[in-house]
């Protein structure tokens, strides 16, 4: 399977703070990269996801900026709150709906 | 959306022994697929199961370890074999694909945590 690289691993951040998580991939043919969070105990959930032809999609406290030419990007999680925190996982497949690699997850903690 | 079950939603078995897990969808999609999760480890594809044809394995997971089955556009099972300690992980179901909807977005299922003693 094609890698998926996710950095940091782990990420503490205040209340109100901007935790930003990065991914780059290989494979040149994928086009679909979703986030997702999992809480303890859960299935991952998806967050948002996001198309090569766009750079920047936003929704609610999350945004996804996404540079095809580095083969980038990175999720923001604006006004950041304890109940975000969670473990994040980037994916990437070839087209939405198809199976998904994954990068190796982001562990966030977000102080009160 | 779509609300997908598993079960059980845990098990401790002994090693040498087989458990299936079931994996219900509230619509018919076209795409199912099972993931195992190590402990505090990211999610890693077994197979992708499409109703009417064999399932496909990844590299590292092979049919006679990880039977599925898929008999309808809304049911699967996984069956873990010969279980040994190493098999201690979340296994967990998605699906994804157009369905009645028209959406195509990938949701999975709370998971089913495997104990291998």
């Known amino acids: 399977q094609q890698q998926v690289k996710q950095s940091p691993q782990s990420l503490i951040v205040q209340k109100g703070g901007i935790p930003i998580i990065n991914c780059a991939y290989e494979?040149?043919?994928?086009?679909?990269f979703p986030w997702y969070q999992q809480f303890p105990g859960k299935g991952p959930a998806l967050l948002i996801a996001?198309?090569?032809?766009?750079s920047e999609k936003k929704e609610g406290r999350f945004t996804i900026s996404f540079n095809k030419s580095a083969k980038q990007f990175s999720l923001h999680i604006m006004d950041s709150q304890p109940g975000d925190s969670a473990t994040y996982f980037c994916a990437a497949s070839r087209q939405a709906g198809t199976a998904l690699i994954f990068g190796k997850g982001t562990t966030l903690s977000v102080s009160s | 959306s779509a609300v997908i079950s598993q079960k059980p939603s845990r098990d401790i078995c002994q090693r040498g022994t087989s458990l299936t897990i079931q994996c219900q969808v509230d619509?018919?999609?076209?795409?199912m697929f099972w993931y195992r999760q190590q402990p505090g480890q990211s999610l890693t594809l077994i197979a992708t199961a499409n109703q009417g044809s064999e399932a496909t394995y990844e590299s590292g997971f092979v049919i006679d370890k990880f039977p599925i089955s898929r008999p309808n556009l809304t049911f699967s099972t996984l069956t873990v074999s010969n279980m040994s300690p190493e098999d201690s992980s979340i296994y967990l179901c998605s699906v994804g694909g157009l369905w009645l909807a028209g959406t195509d977005t990938q949701y999975f299922g709370p998971g089913t945590r495997l104990t291998v003693l």
């Open positions: 619509s018919q999609v076209t795409m």
């Open positions: 996001i198309r090569p032809d766009v």
């Open positions: 494979n040149t043919a994928f086009d679909y």
